[in-house]
């Protein structure tokens, strides 16, 4: 398959999470024969590839936020898995900020000569058949994003009524993706980070508009809330307790066990808005 998994992470959330989502992505890498890229802030797996000094990442080391030094301290000292991608980049601390995420992808794609991307983030899980089924609808499209999903926090599942297109569920060709990124990058605009579908466009004028195939009928993307997300999830319904395809929810609980993050979380009562509102 040529194709590339690209996991890309702040460090910023759940150990258990971190790890259990990037065993998913190295199991699915190793199933389907696809490339598995990582890009870090901090060193997630025991070998990697130093780019703190990469001068394409340097306007992201302006600016930083520092959050509670437990956070680095433990990822930095502390890889939390075992597998070990066939990429590993780690970047350094870098800021919190929608450029950062832009530029982190940008960085890592360029690292492949392979033709189609699947972005896999860190605080989500994926359906069994997520990566041939977004790797096949490149075929004949240049963008694709994967209409299911659900989200997850510690109290169960649930849904809301407001619809998101979260660029954890696209793909597109590596070419077509950076060209798009590199445009933000040099016009320094980022209201809208994710590309924005020619028949979803609702007039907001910093959407970028692209051609892309929407892929249907496949169970939901597992997104994860855990209190310090990119973008905040303060709509919630109501919870529940079983989904069809994920199951019980109580056998995930284990995935937000980690006392020095619960730590930080308290620190700042505004991340569930989003990590980015948390700038100053």
Known sequence: MDTALLFYTNNLLPAPLLNETLSRMFEAAWRHECLQISSSHFPITTCFRDASEDVFLEPCRRGIFNFDPCISEAYVTHPKCRVQTDIALVTGRLAYSPETIARQIVHAIRC???????LMEHDV????????????????????????????????????EMEFRHLSRYAARRKTLEEFFMTKIEENRFGILEPVFRQHFCGDPDADLVDGVVVEGGPPVLDVKHGANAAGQIIVGRHQLMDDYWGFHPRYVSLFDDLAYDT?????????????????
């Open 125 to 160: 899980l994926y359906p069994a058949d997520y990566v041939p089924m977004m790797s096949a609808a490149l075929d004949e499209a240049e963008f694709a994003m994967y209409d299911s999903y659900l989200f997850m926090d510690a109290s169960g599942f649930f849904n809301t």
């Open 112 to 118: 492949t000569n392979l033709d189609k991307i699947i």
């Open 264 to 280: 930080f979380l308290g620190t700042d009562a505004t991340l569930g808005y989003g990590l980015f509102r948390s700038m100053p």
